[in-house]
C-alpha cells in the first residue's frame, strides 16, 4: 500500500518562505519511478496543480503563478519530494497536497495514481 505523507505546513508572513515534504512509503513504490507533484486548493477553489517532476526524465514543470517563487526538488533515496517556497502571497494560501504519477498529464489531477491528505499553508499580509 502506497501513502505519501505531507508535513511542514504553516503560518508564513507575505514574503516569508516555507519548506514542504512529502515523505513516500510502500512495499514497491520508488519516487524515481514517478513523476511527484504538488497541488493545492484553497478554499471556494478548485484544485489547482503548482508543480512537477521526474527524476527518470530529469525534468521539472511549474505552474506560472509559482515561477521564479517555488522549487520541486526530490531524495530519491530517502523517498521525500520537496517544495521550497520562497516570496509567498497571501494568494498561495491553501492545502499543499503531493500526487505521484505514473503515466499521463504532469498538470492534470485526475491522472494522478496517489494522493497525499494535504497541509495548510497559510500566509499572512
Known amino acids: 500500500q502506497v501513502q505519501l505523507v505531507e508535513f511542514g505546513g504553516g503560518l508564513v508572513q507575505a514574503g516569508g518562505s516555507l519548506r514542504l515534504s512529502c515523505a513516500a512509503s510502500g512495499s514497491t513504490f520508488n519516487i524515481n519511478t514517478y513523476i511527484m507533484g504538488w497541488f493545492r486548493q484553497a478554499p471556494g477553489k478548485e484544485r489547482e496543480f503548482v508543480a512537477a517532476t521526474s527524476r527518470s526524465v530529469g525534468s521539472t514543470e511549474y505552474a506560472d503563478f509559482v515561477k521564479g517563487r517555488f522549487t520541486i526538488a526530490t531524495d530519491g533515496a530517502a523517498n521525500v519530494v520537496y517544495l521550497q517556497m520562497s516570496n509567498v502571497k497571501p494568494e498561495d494560501t491553501a492545502v499543499y497536497c503531493c500526487?505521484?504519477?505514473?503515466?499521463?498529464?504532469?498538470?492534470?489531477?485526475?491522472?494522478?495514481?496517489?494522493w497525499g491528505q494535504g497541509t495548510q499553508v497559510t500566509v499572512s499580509s
Open positions: 500526487a505521484a504519477l505514473h503515466v499521463g498529464t504532469w498538470s492534470r489531477d485526475a491522472d494522478h495514481d496517489y
